[in-house]
């Protein structure tokens, strides 16, 4: 909390964010202004309110901090900067909603979607950038936009273009990543791999069978290329350990035919059990071995992983707001109390665990550091005048809601 105390020029909102921020990190079983203010001892919800609404603090460089936090605790020669959206079903009046396909629904709902940028390396990984998706229904329509706290001249930019600004940040703030990777969203797109590589930056990022690549032989579909790899070219590696141990698939790479400096190759994943085939456009300024390219495109399950237990463990999309300069402190206040874990867990992970234990994971750091650490004690005056708010401000909206049926009547 000492990184980003700087960032609040008064004392209560410094005070205040400490207690959000624990309160991100708690048992609790939900987590909103309401839930955590009670937790926290306050006597209403309307300070933390204050806090992610209207207190004077910039989210955008307290995200800075944020990002300095995790590459000095965490760095790595050969990070991967992945890249990817999650969605998160929300109201029709919150910045940026529209009905649009979230995998968190598996289904098309009311939802806002953002692209954040995970810094993954060897001792771990953790959020260093947002960005909200902001979709053409709502740049086109300046009120819309303003009402929610966007700029009304807020331009559509798609997810890769988000990417790319995101990756861009973290370079010029004198960050150095070796690798980008992304699903198909982000492969697919020439302008984010162009931009990439003027930076020299390597990328594996998933592409389609269908565009095609070429070669020194031609122009070819990617799947049709897959069809001509040799049996012997294929090797059998590891993507990467999950909760069941190493991911092992068969590996193919093939050289690819460009203009410009770098080395350009197109890379195969083959599944061992199905059969199933993915492909990824690779690019880095020297050639590296086949084992790099794996290990990089393994690195993109990272993401998925920042968005398990940063939703899990520090309610990264829990939050109940509808500005966008709320949003974006929230958000950003979920990735510091991610981060945290992510940091110690590092920490912890350079020690030798006991015997017949494994290693700390991010879920028992949270608990014990809750449950030994921050854990706060009220007494039933404080639950019971937090129940008879609740009521009362329950009752304020019942007979707000009885008034404006009588007057539509």
């Not at 029709?92 to 529209?98: E, F, K, N, P, S």
């Not at 930076?199 to 122009?219: D, F, H, I, M, N």
């Amino acid at each position: 909390m000492s990184r980003i105390a700087g960032r609040f020029t008064r004392v209560e909102p410094r005070f205040r964010v400490r207690k959000l921020v624990l309160g991100l990190l708690s048992d609790l079983p939900r987590k909103n202004c309401w839930t955590i203010g009670e937790w926290a001892g306050e006597r209403t919800p309307d300070g933390m309110h204050h806090l992610l609404g209207r207190a004077k603090w910039d989210a955008d460089r307290v995200r800075d901090d944020v990002c300095d936090y995790v590459v000095d605790h965490l760095h790595d020669d050969q990070a991967v900067l992945v890249v990817d959206e999650t969605g998160d079903v929300k109201g029709t009046g919150t910045a940026g909603v529209q009905r649009q396909y979230t995998g968190t629904a598996g289904r098309i709902e009311n939802a806002q979607v953002a692209v954040y940028l995970v810094y993954a390396g060897r001792r771990g990984h953790a959020a260093v950038d947002r960005e909200l998706y902001v979709p053409r229904s709502w740049t086109s329509d300046p009120d819309r936009c303003r009402d929610a706290g966007l700029d009304q001249d807020t331009a559509f930019a798609t997810k890769p273009e988000l990417a790319t600004r995101m990756v861009a940040r973290f370079l010029d703030a004198g960050h150095q990543a070796a690798w980008v990777a992304g699903d198909e969203v982000y492969g697919g797109n020439p302008r984010l791999r162009t931009a990439l590589e003027e930076r020299g930056t390597g990328y594996v990022l998933a592409v389609a069978c269908s565009p095609e690549v070429t070669t020194g032989a031609g122009r070819f579909r990617a799947d049709t290329l897959a069809k001509k790899v040799p049996k012997r070219a294929w090797q059998k590696l590891s993507a990467g350990a999950g909760a069941k141990g190493h991911r092992f698939y068969d590996w193919a790479v093939i050289d690819l035919a460009a203009p410009r400096p770098g080395s350009r190759q197109l890379l195969i994943r083959r599944n061992r059990s199905t059969g199933e085939l993915a492909y990824y456009r690779c690019y880095s300024r020297a050639p590296v071995p086949l084992t790099v390219l794996v290990r990089v495109a393994g690195s993109r399950w990272r993401v998925e992983e920042f968005f398990q237990s940063g939703k899990g463990l520090a309610a990264l999309d829990e939050h109940q707001v509808r500005r966008y300069a709320s949003w974006s402190r929230w958000v950003t206040l979920a990735m510091l109390a991610h981060a945290f874990l992510a940091v110690v867990r590092a920490d912890e992970h350079t020690r030798p665990a006991p015997d017949a234990l494994i290693p700390l994971t991010c879920n028992e750091i949270q608990r014990l550091f809750i449950t030994l650490v921050v854990r706060p004690v009220h007494d039933a005056t404080h639950r019971l005048g937090w129940s008879d708010w609740r009521r009362r401000h329950q009752a304020r909206s019942q007979a707000s809601h009885y008034r404006r049926q009588a007057t539509q009547a």
